[in-house]
């Protein structure tokens, strides 16, 4: 049996066993990190910059390693700011990025720690290191799970859009959340009321599907009552509370990858392509306040880059190297579309947000 088959025995026994229905954040969930079976627990290359290489999406730091020097910048000043000797980065991929900052920062950091729930994913990172800097492995190690506290500077690039959502439909009349039932063997969409409510409900238009994000506003609350001191920065694709919910944007964020290209199929393929939804950034801010953070700021990709000195790295640079870091800058490739939010305890001036700050729009 195949993984893909074993996966959708997997989730054709849960449906069964949750009386013919199951919530889509737990199929996406099931779909994704399934021990050995999900999409990322299976070790193959989904990171990458072209579908030559075996890739299914290209992330920044693959794109171009002036993104993590850039980075590595406000990551010091966290570092500094907060009186802290850690950083930890969560959901690490292929390991380019922990190569890139640790690198950057040097002696400026006494570890830096992975978590990672993936095995398969855990082995690549750290031949990822081990090939780039491996005087400096010593130094890496890799978790499973926070510790009780945690005095560090934490950081996450593209990792709040692959935690699992709800999905909520309007129709209308009344609102229904979402799931997966069998029909014939095949998994298919199933809908049941329910009182969940996305934020401005009120100004739905039926047939409006969209999701909610609680497993990534559960993982802000959890860092901010772990963090005693120190600073997290995600960045990830999405949108402030007004645009998400938009009643133009009626048919939601939800979007797969697989080969560089993208469908809106969740159902096909199960286990076989990445699945992701756009991150309501007000509703993590507001999560993260909630919970004790202080919101250092929210920014566009572009302004955070620039902020942090990405244009003076390009001095001198061959035109490749130019034409790579134009794609995390840009309005139609990364810029834009990606933002970066940061929070901290105790708060201080970021570099990264000094301007073209948003945090107003959220």
Same mark, same amino acid.
């Given at each position: 049996?195949?993984?893909?088959?074993?996966?959708?025995?997997?989730?054709?026994?849960?449906?069964?066993?949750?009386?013919?229905?199951?919530?889509?954040?737990?199929?996406?969930?099931?779909?994704?990190?399934?021990?050995?079976?999900?999409?990322?627990?299976?070790?193959?290359?989904?990171?990458?910059?072209?579908?030559?290489?075996?890739?299914?999406?290209?992330?920044?730091?693959?794109?171009?390693?002036?993104?993590?020097?850039?980075?590595?910048?406000?990551?010091?000043?966290?570092?500094?700011?907060?009186?802290?000797?850690?950083?930890?980065?969560?959901?690490?991929?292929?390991?380019?990025?922990?190569?890139?900052?640790?690198?950057?920062?040097?002696?400026?950091?006494?570890?830096?720690?992975?978590?990672?729930?993936?095995?398969?994913?855990?082995?690549?990172?750290?031949?990822?290191?081990?090939?780039?800097?491996?005087?400096?492995?010593?130094?890496?190690?890799?978790?499973?799970?926070?510790?009780?506290?945690?005095?560090?500077?934490?950081?996450?690039?593209?990792?709040?859009?692959?935690?699992?959502?709800?999905?909520?439909?309007?129709?209308?009349?009344?609102?229904?959340? @979402? &799931?997966?039932? *069998?029909?014939?063997? %095949?998994?298919?969409? #199933? =809908?049941?009321?329910?009182?969940?409510?996305?934020? /401005?409900?009120?100004?739905?238009?039926?047939?409006?599907?969209?999701?909610?994000?609680?497993?990534?506003?559960?993982?802000?609350?959890?860092?901010?009552?772990?963090?005693?001191?120190?600073?997290?920065?995600?960045?990830?694709?999405?949108?402030?509370?007004?645009?998400?919910?938009?009643?133009?944007? @009626? &048919?939601?964020? *939800?979007?797969?990858? %697989?080969?560089?290209? #993208? =469908?809106?199929?969740?159902?096909?393929?199960?286990? /076989?392509?990445?699945?992701?939804?756009?991150?309501?950034?007000?509703?993590?801010?507001?999560?993260?306040?909630?919970?004790?953070?202080?919101?250092?700021?929210?920014?566009?990709?572009?302004?955070?880059?620039?902020?942090?000195?990405?244009?003076?790295?390009?001095?001198?640079?061959?035109?490749?190297?130019?034409?790579?870091?134009?794609?995390?800058?840009?309005?139609?490739?990364?810029?834009?579309?990606?933002?970066?939010?940061?929070?901290?305890?105790?708060?201080?001036?970021?570099?990264?947000?000094?301007?073209?700050?948003?945090?107003?729009?959220?």
């Amino acid at each position: 049996m195949t993984a893909h088959s074993a996966l959708h025995r997997r989730i054709a026994d849960e449906i069964a066993a949750a009386g013919g229905w199951l919530g889509f954040e737990r199929y996406m969930e099931l779909a994704l990190y399934a021990p050995g079976l999900g999409y990322y627990a299976r070790g193959d290359r989904v990171f990458g910059d072209s579908p030559a290489s075996g890739s299914d999406f290209v992330t920044a730091p693959e794109l171009s390693p002036l993104f993590g020097r850039a980075l590595a910048r406000q990551l010091r000043q966290a570092l500094d700011a907060t009186g802290t000797r850690e950083v930890w980065e969560f959901g690490a991929g292929s390991g380019a990025l922990a190569a890139q900052l640790t690198e950057a920062l040097g002696d400026a950091i006494e570890r830096y720690t992975i978590v990672e729930l993936s095995a398969a994913l855990r082995e690549r990172q750290r031949a990822t290191l081990a090939a780039r800097q491996p005087d400096r492995l010593a130094r890496v190690a890799w978790a499973e799970a926070l510790p009780a506290r945690l005095d560090a500077v934490l950081v996450g690039n593209e990792v709040l859009d692959a935690m699992p959502v709800a999905l909520l439909h309007f129709d209308g009349a009344g609102w229904f959340e @979402r &799931g997966v039932a *069998l029909d014939a063997g %095949r998994v298919v969409f #199933a =809908d049941r009321p329910t009182a969940l409510r996305p934020p /401005l409900a009120e100004t739905a238009v039926p047939g409006t599907t969209t999701e909610l994000g609680r497993h990534a506003e559960a993982f802000v609350r959890t860092l901010a009552a772990t963090l005693g001191r120190g600073a997290a920065f995600f960045i990830d694709y999405g949108f402030p509370e007004a645009e998400f919910h938009h009643p133009q944007r @009626r &048919g939601g964020t *939800l979007m797969c990858h %697989r080969g560089h290209r #993208a =469908d809106g199929d969740p159902l096909v393929d199960i286990g /076989l392509k990445d699945i992701t939804a756009h991150v309501d950034f007000t509703a993590i801010a507001l999560a993260g306040q909630d919970a004790g953070f202080e919101v250092l700021g929210y920014t566009s990709q572009a302004h955070f880059l620039v902020n942090c000195g990405l244009l003076d790295d390009l001095h001198g640079a061959d035109v490749a190297t130019v034409s790579r870091a134009q794609k995390l800058l840009t309005e139609h490739e990364m810029g834009e579309l990606f933002k970066v939010i940061g929070f901290a305890k105790p708060s201080f001036d970021a570099i990264g947000f000094r301007r073209g700050d948003r945090s107003h729009t959220l």
